[in-house]
């Protein structure tokens, strides 16, 4: 993954646009791009927007994922290590026995 | 990055929430996670929101991961080959000698 | 509309909150807020989840107005003008002839 | 506001839509309108956005305010009474003499 993040940050750093990316409008823009996603799938049932919408669906996904590392990446991150740390504190908010099957939240269980 | 889809998939699989995740909830779900993470910032100046939420904005940056990886995961999309795919893309939007230092869209430039 | 404004107006300065709400912030909260609202309709149906979470939903709804009219007021905007004049423009978007009964969007008309 | 939402709804009806519109799909649609209306924000600061994309920001603002009644419309919510009963609610969470030029959440006062 740090080649990836490697590559994203060159990408940026040869446009100069550092200088915009405080994490604050990271933040702001990594909402955006998830909501450009989402909106692949307005108006349609899940499959019909797959179906019509496919290469977006993928476009907008990579941008969110590009917007996520490069906040990583300003915050000094492991974006990996961030993530094993969330499942173990997930695992303690919906112990198997209690979230089996159920769509409620944590707070609801 | 297979090893830790493979970790997610199985904490979800483990909870039997496979069910609920179609591409249009996921999708749904990924867009509330990034909002989460904004919520940080609320109301602050970039600076002061990471120095008060460090922890948080990491543990919501990692649910915004996730669920991008979930999601890649539900549609057969490589994360790493559409975040290559897309960088190239976004080369040639945002040319570097239009582009430099510039915080315009693609079709301002 | 103009007294309802002014008592969100009176709720704010009366917290001495105003020096928080500069533009940019507001639309910050108000996606935060039309976030929240979504999040009632997590992996749920529609049906579901308004008979799950009607209350909820009726409350982050009346935020997601707050912030609008809050929003509307700090920039001069009158909101009523502005959706009449917004509903003009899309009626030139959505000709009636080629926008019935379609879920596409106006550049795929 | 009685007049304004019924004209938001003949426009609706007269493009055959309400089918697209359960509430579900219309909280999708106010979440990405509050986040269209956030990217005009994206990378400036909250001066420099309102110079430069005022009149985008009145039309987004428009579209968010179009789908919250349209949402209310559906649900049977009257958009004033939800406001006025939040805004109620809200004066609990934030009591006053806590509040007072914070920025805190209500449950970090």
Known sequence: ???????????RDSRNWR????????AISLSIEASELLENFQWKTSDESVTVNFERIQEELADVLIYALLLSNELN??????????????????????????????NEL
């Open 1 to 11: 993954m740090d080649e990836l993040i490697q590559k994203i940050v060159e990408f």
């Open 19 to 26: 200088q915009f990316h405080n994490p604050k409008d990271l």
């Open 77 to 106: 991150i492991n974006p990996e290590q961030a993530i094993i740390d969330k499942i173990k504190k997930n695992e303690e908010k919906y112990p198997i026995e209690k979230a089996y099957g159920s769509n409620k939240k944590y």
